[in-house]
Structures are given as structure tokens and as C-alpha cells.
T-cell receptor
Framework: GQSLEQPSEVTAVEGAIVQINCTYQ??????LSWYQQHDGGAPTFLSY????GLEETGRFSSFLSRSDSYGYLLLQELQMKDSASYFC?????????????FGKGTKLSVIP | DAMVIQNPRYQVTQFGKPVTLSCSQT?????MYWYQQKSSQAPKLLFH???????NEADTPDNFQSRRPNTSFCFLDIRSPGLGDAAMYLC??????????????FGQGTRLTVV
């Protein structure tokens, strides 16, 4: 089976930097993605890592270490609109198909 | 220019009355997924289609079925909804061409209420 672990809640101050960690256990690992979801909305794609290292997209960066089965999402210059749930999700392959499995999510609250 | 469209956005159904949720896509992606998401929980994969091949998750109840008549459309059928099936149902697509894709595109979801 698969399991993903991430903190359930994080609170940070506007303008600060926050890191959300994710550890995973899965077979057929292909890549790690991060999704943002606001209350009542659909998950929206933030980033994807297939190889070790850091990927940067504007204020968001994501890191992967395949040997440690670990990744993180880094949010810089936090804004109030960043208050949302953040999910790490693993792509794994098997039986000729690919599936995306989500962690339980981290609820980020940005405070003034 | 919505790419993954779910209808309806809100669905109320009676306990035990079959209900169908629909999803369509304009991306021509070959994989379509159905997720169930309950309040404050992660999206849970129910099943997915890779082209015409159906892939069911081991813990998906038999009460949930799916159909994919063509590339663009996919349906989720709940044969006898129970109160515990009230949730947001999310459809997603991705493109797999001999290797995994990097992004799944989600529809806005259908929020199902069972009364």
C-alpha cells in the first residue's frame, strides 16, 4: 500500500517563509506533486518533482529526495491568499497505469 | 475555457436512490480519475480509466461504479447512496503516453448530499 505523512496544520505570519514536509512510502514511485486547495474549491497543481533536488516556481519551491522518500513545499513571502490546504501526492505506476495518491493535507493559516 | 467539467456542481439525492455524476474533458487526455473527498480529508481515489481499461481501487465499495463511453466523458454511478456517501466527488484527467504525466487537471467537483 501507500502512505504519505504531512503535518495537519501550520500557522505562519504574512510575509514569512513556511516549509511543509512530506514523507511517503509507496511502490512504483514515479514522482511527487503538490496541490493547493481552498475551502470548497478543487485541487490546483503547484509543482512536480521526479528527480532529486529543488524546483522553483515563483514564490513556491518544492524539493525531493528519493533516497529519503521525502519532499517539502516551501512558500515564501506568504500572503493571506495562501491560506489553504496543501496536499502532497505521489504518482506511482503499476499494472500499466499511473495513479495519483494524496496525503491527508496540511491546513495553512496565514495571519497578519 | 474550462477543461474538466463536472455536472452538476451540487446534487441532492435520496437515500438508496441511484445517482449519476458526470465529467467531461476537452483536453483529450487518456486517463480519467474519480476521487471522493469528505470534509477536511484528502481526496481518495476510487478508480480510474486508462483509455478504456478500468482500474478499481481495492477498497472502493461495490456500490460505486463507473462508465467511460468515450475519451471525453466519464460517469460515476452510485447504485444505492447511503448517508456516508455524502462528499465532494472530484474528476481529474492526465495524459499518459508511455510514461507518467506530471500534472492532473481537476474539475470543480460535485458536492453530493444524501437525504
Amino acid at each position: 500500500g501507500q502512505s504519505l505523512e504531512q503535518p495537519s496544520e501550520v500557522t505562519a505570519v504574512e510575509g514569512a517563509i513556511v516549509q511543509i514536509n512530506c514523507t511517503y512510502q509507496t511502490s512504483g514511485f514515479y514522482g511527487l506533486s503538490w496541490y493547493q486547495q481552498h475551502d470548497g474549491g478543487a485541487p490546483t497543481f503547484l509543482s512536480y518533482n521526479a528527480l532529486d533536488g529543488l524546483e522553483e516556481t515563483g514564490r513556491f519551491s518544492s524539493f525531493l529526495s528519493r533516497s529519503d522518500s521525502y519532499g517539502y513545499l516551501l512558500l515564501q513571502e506568504l500572503q493571506m491568499k495562501d491560506s489553504a490546504s496543501y496536499f502532497c501526492a505521489v504518482w506511482n505506476s503499476g499494472a500499466g497505469s499511473y495513479q495519483l495518491t494524496f496525503g491527508k493535507g496540511t491546513k495553512l493559516s496565514v495571519i497578519p | 475555457d474550462a477543461m474538466v467539467i463536472q455536472n452538476p456542481r451540487y446534487q441532492v439525492t435520496q437515500f438508496g436512490k441511484p445517482v449519476t455524476l458526470s465529467c467531461s474533458q476537452t483536453l483529450n487526455h487518456n486517463v480519467m480519475y474519480w476521487y471522493q473527498q469528505k470534509s477536511s480529508q484528502a481526496p481518495k481515489l476510487l478508480f480510474h480509466y486508462y483509455d478504456k481499461d478500468f482500474n478499481n481501487e481495492a477498497d472502493t465499495p461495490d456500490n460505486f461504479q463507473s462508465r467511460r463511453p468515450n475519451t471525453s466523458f466519464c460517469f460515476l454511478d452510485i447504485r444505492s447512496p447511503g448517508l456516508g456517501d455524502a462528499a465532494m466527488y472530484l474528476c481529474a484527467t492526465s495524459r499518459i503516453q508511455g510514461r507518467g504525466d506530471t500534472e492532473a487537471f481537476f474539475g470543480q467537483g460535485t458536492r453530493l448530499t444524501v437525504v
